[in-house]
């Protein structure tokens, strides 16, 4: 069973269609939640930490929630330059963060 | 400043041939980590270092991969007598304390190593 996964795969929005990214989670001890923005041929660009349910963070567009079972990245009247894969990764405990397959997001003009 | 680099950005090998990765984290960073991405698959973990020492080498894949660090900066990724399966995208990450006590840690990514073994 995977711990952390993400959904859906993939997801198509006209620009200005806002809608949420889930990435749920099955450890107990978390430890922090990351979510990163990562272009084609590119590595993962961090956008954000969160550390225990409850917390909310944002940065433009994007608003990633917490809850003790998953988190939500939230893209409000999204761009065209938002299309990209949005990993969401969990560390539990003293352990090596686990990440998520991702969801890809395409906005279209 | 600056962040984490890789060279080279680029690899195109030929099967049975040796490569070395390099990986140049951010200044400060004790921690390090290697990753493998294939065409649409996750990040796959392969190793982390905690200053010049790998607490954990469980992602390695097959004796054929070895990893050091030096200086507690620099960190090179070998793949001895590569095969295609090895083909992939090899990012590699830096955090500032790595999995010892206090908060989580944010990892950094560099843009990758692109590997194909023909």
């Known amino acids: 069973e995977d711990q952390v996964t993400q959904s859906p795969e993939a997801l198509r929005l006209q620009e200005g269609e806002s809608s949420s990214l889930n990435c749920s989670y099955t450890v107990s001890g978390l430890r922090g939640l990351f979510w990163y923005r990562q272009d084609p041929g590119k590595g993962p660009e961090f956008l954000f930490t969160?550390?225990?349910a409850g917390e909310e963070k944002e940065k433009e567009r994007l608003k990633a929630t917490l809850t003790k079972k998953e988190s939500f990245l939230h893209i409000t009247a999204p761009k065209p330059e938002d299309s990209a894969t949005y990993l969401c990764a969990v560390q539990e405990g003293s352990y090596i963060p686990t990440f998520g397959r991702g969801t890809s997001l395409i906005v279209h003009p | 400043g600056a962040g984490v680099s890789q060279s080279p950005s680029n690899k195109v090998t030929e099967k049975g041939k040796d490569v070395e990765l390099r990986c140049d984290p951010i200044s400060g960073h004790t921690a390090l980590y290697w990753y493998r991405q294939s065409l649409g698959q996750g990040l796959e973990f392969l190793i982390y270092f905690q200053g010049n020492s790998a607490p954990d080498k469980s992602g390695l894949p097959s004796d054929r991969f070895s990893a050091e660090r030096t200086g507690g900066s620099v960190s090179t990724l070998t793949i001895q007598r590569t095969q295609q399966e090895d083909s992939a995208v090899y990012l590699c990450a830096s955090s500032r304390r790595g999995n010892y006590g206090g908060a989580s840690d944010t990892q950094y990514f560099g843009p990758g190593t692109r590997l194909t073994v023909l």
């Open positions: 969160l550390y225990s």
